[in-house]
């Protein structure tokens, strides 16, 4: 009778786990490409930019990490083969005496620029070797302020996404040849072994924590290759590593006592063990359940030997001097109580506990898998978090438009052609607001070919969503004084704004589900969705040549987030007012009234803040003063925090 509940079980689990958090098979993949194209994009001539962190492995859960690796070009590590020597590049040796097994401190052999390099140097013994604490502290100073040093990274106040530096050895090292040689299964493949070897190592900046040499070791990181291995898992496969994360965050850390002594790297690695072991065909949905607790199994194991092999170097137990004593006596507690309630431990997270089995194995409805998949993206705010970073680092020059528009053009899928293009759109938002603008009479050559550089880059603009691109080439036409260009393409962008349109931080209603389903018959990319049916929000940067005058309010932070319905009725209103149509402008005051009132395609309190600030500040050129002061209080009621909401400022001037 277990032969066919268990099965049945597992079924059931394996669809929650697709319709509700991991996603399917396709928004996995979706998720890596977006990754890969926006690291591709991202990559510079000082720096490759890697994704990694769960976000990294196409795994967007809830509490999932978003980390970003800087990979230096400018320094190479070698360890014992000497390279093609190039005289303009730095190099650093592995120095591995008296260092536990994975960790190594790097030695200055050689730089032209010995002066930058130094400065990053401590002696040791009448040599000098690269610190990781001081490179960790230089990186501390070049990003914001209000970062902290976690590990071997740097992570922003929210918590969101992870930096960290690491530097390039582009050959195997010594200590992990064996890996290439010791699975006799089938899985990693030999292609999957030939690129993870051709890919090398990197190194990243943290010691062995109480090592004497602590600041200056340096960890050797194969986050390369466990992505490409990530990569070859099957979806059951996925799906049993996203059920050992759940029961690590949702459950095991949630008991005080065991918080912080376990992290998702052990289970990862516990994962590449034994699908060293298993064959490939027993990760198939039927078996998730069983897969799932033989991994669990494992891992009790572990900790009550205290022993957790490093899959690529063995030699170091990633369980010594962590997982001992008194604290593995608590977690071996803890994990043996869950291990006695079977597969149903699971059932401890809130994300599991309301999954239902069914007698019959009904297949799911792929339109219903489309809608799942696409409102996970929806309300995913770390994959736009990703998005936000890279318009952040990105340079938009020849280094990101050759290999965008060579894979626009050349390559054959179109959901990536659509993806490069998309992201290419995104950076041209913020590349256009940097070109300084004239009026609409153009005197000479110059001006002229500026003028032409920032109408072209805003038109490339326009395919990263339905709305908001259009919006910046209206605001375009009127900060050069041309208002009814302006308003023309304005009343383009309103029409677009239909109820079936998405946003981040959106419920789904019956029109969107429709909508969605039918979208879904013809197969539409996550890119191609997004330049139909997403609004995005109008981002007006720090000293943006397209930001109305009528916004920039003197003690103001002057980097703006307006939803963009809001932005289409206030941009058209100041098109009127300079056009001294008072009945106009009274209407558009009216139409952004109803659009705040209703809050059509507003994604959140600031959001609506934000519309009622650009409401007051209409109202205040109308002449309405009363009108206004109130818009400008309810502004602040909603998002009363003043750092960031310019309202406090013109209140406090208008009294």
């Not at 799942?372 to 990703?386: A, F, T």
């Not at 109408?455 to 326009?462: I, K, P």
Request: charged residues 20%.
């Amino acid at each position: 009778m277990a032969d066919i509940i268990i099965p049945n079980i597992s079924q059931a689990l394996y669809r929650h786990l697709c319709q509700n958090i991991v996603g399917t098979e396709k928004h996995v993949k979706t998720i890596r490409l977006m990754n890969m194209v926006r690291d591709n994009l991202s990559n510079n001539k000082k720096e490759t930019v890697i994704t990694s962190g769960s976000i990294g492995e196409g795994l967007d859960m809830r509490g999932s990490d978003f980390d970003i690796m800087f990979v230096s070009k400018f320094v190479e590590v070698i360890e014992n083969v000497q390279p093609d020597f190039d005289i303009r590049r730095p190099y650093l040796s592995m120095d591995t005496d008296d260092v536990k097994p994975c960790y190594t401190l790097l030695r200055l052999d050689y730089s032209r620029d010995s002066f930058r390099l130094f400065q990053l140097c401590e002696e040791h013994y009448g040599k000098r070797y690269f610190s990781s604490a001081l490179c960790k502290g230089n990186m501390l100073l070049v990003l914001k302020e209000g970062n902290q040093i976690h590990g071997p990274c740097i992570s922003d106040r929210n918590g969101f996404f992870d930096h960290a530096f690491s530097l390039h050895g582009k050959m195997w090292i010594s200590s992990a040849v064996n890996w290439i040689t010791r699975s006799g299964s089938s899985w990693p493949s030999h292609n999957v072994i030939q690129s993870i070897i051709k890919h090398g190592v990197l190194f990243v900046p943290v010691g062995v924590h109480g090592s004497p040499k602590e600041d200056l070791e340096w960890r050797v990181s194969f986050s390369v290759a466990e992505k490409l291995l990530i990569n070859t898992f099957t979806h059951t496969q996925l799906m049993c590593y996203a059920l050992l994360k759940i029961i690590l965050k949702d459950v095991i850390s949630n008991d005080s006592e065991c918080k912080d002594l376990l992290c998702s790297y052990f289970l990862k690695t516990i994962m590449f063990w034994i699908s060293e072991e298993l064959p490939s065909s027993v990760w198939k949905p039927d078996n998730l359940i069983t897969c799932f607790m033989r991994c669990f199994s494992r891992l009790v194991y572990c900790v009550e030997h205290s022993v957790c092999s490093h899959y690529f170097i063995p030699e170091n137990n990633m369980f010594e001097n962590k997982i001992d004593g008194r604290a593995r006596d608590v977690l071996l507690k803890k994990l043996n109580t869950l291990h006695s309630y079977g597969w149903r431990c699971i059932l401890f997270s809130d994300q599991i506990s309301n999954f239902t089995v069914s007698i019959r194995n009904i297949p799911i409805e792929p339109c219903t898998l489309y809608v799942n998949d696409v409102k996970k993206i929806v309300q995913s705010r770390i994959l736009h978090v990703g998005i936000d970073i890279f318009e952040t680092y990105s340079e938009l020059d020849i280094h990101v438009f050759n290999p965008g528009l060579f894979h626009s053009i050349w390559c054959h899928k179109f959901s990536l052609k659509h993806l490069y293009a998309y992201y290419i759109s995104k950076r041209c938002s913020k590349q256009a607001q940097r070109f300084p603008l004239y009026g609409a009479i153009i005197n000479n050559k110059y001006q002229y070919k500026r003028y032409k550089s920032c109408l072209s880059t805003l038109l490339t603009n326009v395919y990263h969503d339905a709305v908001s691109g259009w919006l910046m080439v209206a605001s375009f036409f009127y900060k050069t004084k041309q208002y009814r260009k302006a308003l023309h393409i304005i009343r383009y962008s309103i029409s677009k704004c239909s109820s079936d349109k998405l946003f981040l931080g959106l419920t789904l209603s019956h029109i969107h589900y429709q909508s969605l389903k039918l979208l879904s018959f013809f197969k539409t990319s996550v890119a191609c969705l997004r330049k139909i049916l997403f609004v995005d929000l109008i981002q007006l940067t720090e000293n943006s040549t397209l930001t109305p005058e009528e916004l920039l309010i003197e003690g103001c932070n002057d980097i703006y987030y307006i939803p963009s319905t809001a932005y289409a009725y206030f941009l058209s209103f100041l098109c009127h007012n300079h056009l001294n149509d008072v009945r106009h402008c009274q209407d558009s005051i009216q139409d952004l009234k109803i659009v705040i009132g209703e809050r059509y395609l507003m994604a959140d309190f600031k959001s609506t803040a934000e519309a009622y600030t650009l409401l007051g500040i209409a109202l205040q050129l109308f002449g309405d003063k009363e009108s206004a002061r109130q818009a400008f209080l309810q502004s602040l009621k909603i998002y009363p925090d003043e750092s960031e909401n310019s309202a406090a400022i013109i209140v406090k001037m208008n009294t």
